[in-house]
């Protein structure tokens, strides 16, 4: 992933890398609260072409091409199993999904950097 792509959503967001909340996510640590944090996350989907700017899903399998092959196609299963979770606010909803997917697919974390 680009790096300037999450410069910018750390600016947009309002979240400072010396965040603790920014290392749990690199991690895969879900369990927090951070409203920026969540927007971070959305951010990051929008930038990389998983979510539109009106938090709808785009063209999944286009998104899912920078993934490595073997995981392109079980990761679309599973964005379809998560797409559906519900959020808060569509900070939350784009956190909740990813959240729900690292759960479903921790390799990613070795593959993508979130952060």
């Known amino acids: 992933m680009k790096a300037d792509i999450k410069r910018e959503c750390r600016k947009q967001s309002m979240v400072s890398w010396g965040k603790e909340s920014l290392k749990k996510l690199k991690t895969g640590d879900f ?67 990813a959240k729900c997917y690292v759960k479903l697919q921790p390799l990613i974390l070795d593959f993508v950097s979130f952060v």
């Open 31 to 97: 369990e927090q609260d951070d409203p920026r944090v969540k927007c971070y996350v959305r951010c990051f989907m929008i930038k990389n072409g998983i979510l539109n700017d009106k938090g709808q899903w785009t063209d999944l399998e286009k998104a899912l091409q920078h993934l490595p092959k073997f995981m392109q196609e079980s990761s679309w299963e599973i964005f379809q199993r998560c797409k559906s979770v519900s959020g808060d606010d569509p900070c939350d909803k784009a956190f909740q999904v």
